[in-house]
């Protein structure tokens, strides 16, 4: 299957703004379901304002968020399929700078030593683009993720010491969401990275944050600390923004990576409640778009 960038460039520009404008179903039904079981008074009144957040922007094709956060697109590409990987990065980096100017979309985006604003959320490395190849025959699949700065700025990376265990990746994941507080915009998904590279467990961490909800780790033991984690960050009592209640996290994701027999990294990265993405699946029969 050969790849029409044409096609790829409209949809880099629509996924963005989708992106920022629908949230994905089962991030809608998490919020929903914390609201059911939260306990505290305010929590819960903030969870519903949450709710109705999401219902207005969707009714009226607003933004969920004014922040549009750093335009993260992972591509997927499939045994079969034909591109040139220079020409497909640069027109996901057209679509990205049109759907800002064309939308048009607040750019959030600017240099790290001077703070000039290209006014087109993209820059130096930016979108960040990320290319892995996938088992399916004749598809490729663009994924769009706007991360934004309160969730981004929740990240943390540790070298451990292997002699530690698993008690104290434990230790360092709760001591992250407790320091996080409100500034995460809870409740949130926390990823966690585990093992690799101090590189690689970075972004096993985002990966980890950005998954859906209802998904589970690959590795049994990673999907066992899930199910520790998750139980044990929604027992701080953080809440809802960070002002009380049952309801810090929808869930705690781990991915894992081996590594050295000296080391240990562990990360964390953190995805606020509104845990925006959407993708697109290019196939011979066309694009079809969803979450």
Request: with cysteine; hydrophobic share 40%; charged share 20%.
């Amino acid at each position: 299957m050969d790849v029409d960038l044409q096609q790829v460039e409209e949809a880099a520009k629509e996924l963005y703004i989708r992106a920022l404008k629908i949230l994905p179903p089962d991030i809608k039904a998490g919020i929903a379901a914390l609201a059911r079981g939260e306990t505290d008074a305010t929590a819960k009144t903030i969870l519903g304002t949450m709710i109705r957040n999401i219902a207005v922007a969707e009714d009226n094709a607003n933004l969920l968020c004014q922040d549009t956060g750093i335009p993260i697109y992972n591509v997927a590409i499939g045994r079969a399929v034909t591109v040139d990987g220079y020409a497909l990065k640069q027109a996901i980096r057209r679509g990205c700078e049109r759907a800002t100017r064309e939308h048009p979309l607040r750019s959030s985006v600017v240099h790290p030593l001077t703070r000039a604003n290209e006014h087109t959320s993209c820059g130096r490395g930016v979108p960040v683009i990320n290319i892995d190849f996938s088992e399916a025959s004749e598809a490729l699949s663009i994924e769009m993720i706007p991360k934004g700065s309160g969730s981004e700025n929740s990240s943390w990376l540790k070298m451990a010491i292997p002699a530690e265990g698993v008690d104290a990746i434990k230790t360092f994941v709760v001591d992250c969401v407790l320091e996080s507080g409100g500034k995460s915009c809870p409740p949130t998904v926390v990823g966690v990275g585990v093992g690799g590279t101090a590189d690689l467990c970075v972004h096993l961490a985002k990966q980890a944050a950005t998954r859906p909800l209802g998904s589970r780790c690959a590795d049994p033991e990673g999907a066992e600390l899930e199910r520790a984690l998750s139980s044990a960050v929604n027992q701080l009592g953080v809440g809802p923004q960070g002002l009380g209640g049952d309801s810090t996290a929808f869930a705690v994701h781990v991915e894992t990576a081996a590594t050295h027999i000296t080391m240990n990294p562990v990360a964390v990265n953190m995805q606020c409640h509104s845990a925006r993405r959407a993708r697109a699946t290019f196939t011979p029969a066309g694009v079809e778009y969803g979450f």
